[in-house]
């Protein structure tokens, strides 16, 4: 047998029932670096202090179960600890005595990626600034850290006052430039407590621990003042920005993390209103954070009763053929005064006052009845895929609703799709486990919708039954010049390999895209360039034809037989 282990790819020690090693392939051996002085070691000597006490349990479980068990764990190599997949079993050897056999997998690159992801899940690709994730991260950590302490602090929200002209009169390479200076500008006047992200184009905020009185917030926003009205230099170019600086204090004019910002902002665009160039602390005289559009939500009640919304689709295509393999369902509210108001401004309200929940259960059914029509239009199988809201997933009436919208169409479940995103996996992971396994006994698969801009941990892609990761337009948009979304494309595409996961890009709007990323192995494409979202009649025109052109402009997206 060890002649057999000897050639194989992964490494291999057998150990007596102690943990000692009995024998150490010749890849194992290679990897420490001490040849046969292997022997007689203890396993536990190769494994990285960080993971001793998770080997320890595994093994012993193995031994308990007599049965095969796994575990990830760093390796102390020479140069670096790398990642191993380890599967521990015990077995009777010839002589009928026990002995453990230990086969480890190299997960290195794995970790890499998803350290990668995570790294970029939370922080800005340009200004490797953390993002908008990561700060409200950090402004709930302050909280608890001022809560205990009883020491407040102060949130600024810094925005550049011409940034825009910049932009617009230099091009965007000299205004990424100059946003790169300003961030580290910035972050060289705070202190290492404090937290700068980059939330937004031309808008930083900071949060800073232990800054709560007048004179240490006049200092501090003084400086970042101070730092940006200096002009930047950029290829031969003197270039005057400024800022405008809002600040907010915790706990005087708020307590959670959303109102701070909030406030903030308010305060940051009442010192633009005045003049620019300055600092201004939140009064309440500014306003406070925007309730949402009363007005909107009555409407709202008032549309449901008169069936102003309907239901648009956007194709989903097979990237190598182009051919239609499905749609995504999208909202709309046609408002008899505003015209088609997009779900970005009807679904957060709708999710706030529950209206989703109706709104929802009537999209999912619609669309499962919907399908049927687009299959025999179009003679062949094709699935739909339907947005499902935070609240909805919550809500314990779902699964029912599901049922209904299944059984009322005659749908099969597996020619469903539903889309939810990170965060909606992440408000209750033990409740999500259990909704996901009863979708899954209903065969509907499930999308990671955005991914890539939600969570950052991604242990969940392994622990929920999970078909689809949907990858952000935002990280489309700027393909293929930017390297950095390149890279994360590329990332997301690995992981989705390794974990045999379908993968849309959304977004897709020009041939480039749509050629750099289906060369780079990605199935799906969605986006205006093969399909806007369209009525269903239109939808309907295009499958008969089986042609896009007749909705796009170009010849280049007539469908590949
Ligand atoms: P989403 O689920 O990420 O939907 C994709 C959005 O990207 C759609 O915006 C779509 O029109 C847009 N899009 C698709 N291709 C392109 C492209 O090539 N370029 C650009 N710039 N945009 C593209 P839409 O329809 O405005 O929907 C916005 C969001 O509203 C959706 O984002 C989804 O989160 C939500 N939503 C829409 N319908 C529903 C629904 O029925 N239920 C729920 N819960 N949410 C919905
Ligand atoms: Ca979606
Ligand atoms: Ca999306």
Redo the contacts with the bound molecule.
């Keep these: 047998m060890d002649f057999v282990l000897e050639e194989a790819g992964d490494i291999v020690f057998r150990l007596n029932m102690l943990g000692q090693i009995l024998f150490a392939n010749r890849r194992s051996a290679g990897l420490f670096g001490r040849g046969k002085e292997l022997d007689g070691q203890p396993i536990l000597s190769l494994i990285s202090d960080l993971d001793q006490a998770a080997m320890k349990s595994t093994m012993a479980e193995s031994v308990l179960a007599k049965g095969a068990v796994r575990v990830e764990v760093r390796l102390k190599s020479p140069e670096r600890d790398i990642w191993y997949e380890l599967r521990i079993s015990v077995y009777p050897n010839a002589a009928r005595a026990y002995e453990v056999l230990v086969v480890g997998r190299d997960m290195t690159d794995q970790h890499a990626t998803e350290e990668r992801l995570r790294h970029m899940a939370t922080h800005d690709a340009l200004t490797e600034l953390p993002n908008r994730l990561l700060l409200s991260d950090r402004i709930r950590m302050t909280i608890a850290q001022a809560r205990r302490s009883g020491q407040g602090f102060a949130v600024a929200t810094i925005g550049l006052d011409s940034f825009k002209k910049v932009n617009d009169g230099l091009g965007h390479p000299i205004g990424d430039a100059v946003l790169r200076m300003a961030a580290q500008r910035l972050r060289k006047t705070l202190r290492d407590s404090d937290t700068l992200a980059r939330v937004g184009g031309d808008e930083f905020v900071a949060v800073l621990p232990g800054t709560y009185n007048e004179a240490q917030i006049k200092l501090v926003t003084g400086r970042l003042l101070a730092t940006l009205q200096s002009p930047f230099e950029v290829d031969q170019h003197t270039i005057y920005v400024g800022a405008s600086v809002g600040v907010s204090v915790y706990p005087q004019h708020a307590e959670d993390e959303v109102r701070l910002v909030a406030m903030a902002d308010a305060a940051m665009s009442r010192a633009k209103e005045t003049g620019k160039a300055r600092c201004i602390v939140y009064s309440p005289r500014h306003g406070g954070p925007p309730e949402h559009d009363i007005s909107l939500e009555a409407a709202m009640f008032q549309a449901v009763r008169e069936g102003e919304f309907l ?2 689709y ?1 194709p989903i295509v097979n990237a190598r053929t182009r051919e239609i393999e499905g749609f ?5 509210w046609k408002h008899p005064s505003l015209g088609m108001v ?3 401004r009807f ?1 957060p309200i ?2 706030t006052n529950g209206l ?1 929940n109706l ?2 259960a009537w ?2 059914k619609s ?1 499962c009845v919907q399908l049927k029509q687009f299959e025999e239009v179009a003679k062949r199988p094709l699935y739909i895929s ?5 609240r ?1 997933f919550r809500n314990d009436k779902f699964l029912d609703v599901l049922d209904d919208a299944i059984s009322f169409s005659g749908l099969p479940g597996e020619k469903l799709v539903l ?1 939810i ?1 990170e965060g909606t996996l992440m408000i209750d992971p033990v409740h999500a486990e259990t909704i996901l396994s009863k979708m899954a006994d209903r065969k509907a698969r499930i999308a990671i ?2 991914f890539g801009t939600g969570y950052s941990s991604l242990a969940y892609l392994k622990r929920f039954p999970i078909s689809v990761l ?1 990858i ?2 935002t990280f ?2 700027d393909l293929p010049a930017s390297e950095k979304d390149a890279a994360i494309c590329n990332a997301v595409l690995d992981l989705a390999k390794h974990l045999d996961l379908s993968v849309v890009a ?4 020009t041939e480039e895209q749509y050629a750099h990323i289906e060369q780079r192995g990605c199935q799906y494409i ?4 093969t ?3 369209m009525a269903a009649h239109t939808a309907l025109a295009a499958l008969k034809e089986r042609t896009y052109a007749s909705l796009m402009p170009g010849e280049h997206t007539q469908v590949v037989q």
């Design positions: 239901l648009y956007q995504e369902t999208l909202m709309r997009p779900p970005a679904v709708a999710e989703i709104l929802g999209a999912l669309a339907v947005n499902i809201s935070p909805q889309e995103t919708d955005d949907k952000d337009r489309i948009r959304e977004g897709v709007e969605q986006g205006y360039l399909g806007k979202p």
